[in-house]
């Protein structure tokens, strides 16, 4: 039965976790250090106690964890697989890439692999040019792919449930900085809650701004300072990248007639490109050119106060939109 918990993001991913093992016997959790240490970021803490051996750690292997991961998939399991950074994830392209996104096509839809690759990106003081790359776009280029980036720990609970459950694999893209957060109230053991779709967060009739994952949060607060200035900004969030809710889209920024792409990944080749390409191509009268708001295009500083000064934050946001919007 549903019931209501308050929970950070990291706790809604462990209760996520904790109600799949229970109600899905064939699913298994593993990766490096998820099982008896309960993970880096403590997100799968009580799952080795609780489920045993289906919760297990694995030699420092990306190439073996998300291989293993597909054949266990073919053969009837679904795997929840982790990958302590996303940056590590490259090491495994050719698993992913290759292997799980073409299981279905190349047996004529006779397998499946219902498998969910859980990772986290983003910049955190510190993390420096190998442990903060932002690679969705990598990802969404690939057919056969599910990819989403939850930023509350409703969605952090309630895509979870729903990627195990898809037949196809799916990448739970999440943000450490998001894991520690303040505690909200979150429904948990609902039904599993359909795949995709778009939803806004804040209504406005001046300029869209469209966002995902961490950055939601920072333009939902760049929109408050830019109310103040007599600017009402629509904010769209998309935690579901593929697929992608792309009417919602094209509904919001054809009313407004303005619209903003936010994202911490890098501008160039950025999954903003796309949005923009599709409002583009659908023929939606707008009163000025778009614009993508991003990192730019160099690699992240280990200095936290270097790192800070190059990912978009609301004061950069707001500025961004408000030129968008006063031209």
Not at 105 to 121: D, E, K, N
Not at 217 to 232: C, H, Q, T
Not at 281 to 291: D, E, K, Q
Request: with cysteine; charged share 20%; proline share 7%.
């Amino acid at each position: 039965m549903p019931e209501t918990r308050k929970l950070n993001y990291g706790e809604a991913v462990n209760a996520a976790l904790h109600r799949l093992m229970a109600e899905l016997p064939e699913t298994l959790v593993y990766g490096e250090d998820v099982g008896l240490p309960g993970g880096v970021f403590g997100v799968t803490r009580g799952l080795r106690k609780q489920f045993g051996d289906r919760a297990f750690d694995t030699p420092i292997s990306e190439s073996a964890i998300l291989g293993s991961a597909v054949g266990a998939a073919m053969m009837g399991r679904r795997p929840i697989v982790e990958i302590m950074w996303a940056d590590f994830s490259l090491v495994a392209l050719d698993q992913i890439v290759n292997q799980a996104a073409n299981v279905r096509y190349v047996s004529g839809g006779r397998l499946t692999a219902p498998m969910t690759i859980r990772t986290q990106q983003g910049n955190a003081p510190g993390a420096c040019a190998q442990h903060s790359q932002c690679l969705e776009a990598l990802f969404l280029h690939v057919p056969g792919l599910r990819v989403c980036m939850p930023s509350t720990p409703q969605d952090a609970y309630d895509l979870l449930v729903t990627a195990v459950h898809c037949d196809d694999p799916v990448l739970v893209i999440e943000n450490r900085t998001l894991y520690f957060g303040a505690k909200e109230e979150v429904t948990v053991g609902g039904p599993v809650q359909p795949m995709g779709g778009a939803r806004v967060r804040r209504h406005g009739s001046d300029v869209t701004v469209v966002a995902w994952g961490a950055m939601t949060a920072r333009v939902l607060d760049a929109a408050e300072a830019l109310a103040a200035d007599g600017i009402e900004v629509e904010v769209l969030e998309t935690p579901w990248l593929n697929p992608f809710d792309t009417e919602a889209v094209l509904a919001s920024a054809g009313r407004t007639g303005r619209l903003a792409v936010v994202h911490e990944a890098n501008v160039t080749g950025g999954f903003g490109a796309e949005v923009v390409a599709r409002v583009a191509g659908a023929g939606v009268p707008l009163l000025a050119p778009p614009i993508r708001v991003g990192a730019p295009d160099v690699r992240m500083p280990a200095a936290p106060i270097l790192a800070q000064a190059l990912l978009p934050d609301a004061d950069r946001i707001a500025g961004e939109v408000r030129a968008l919007v006063k031209g």
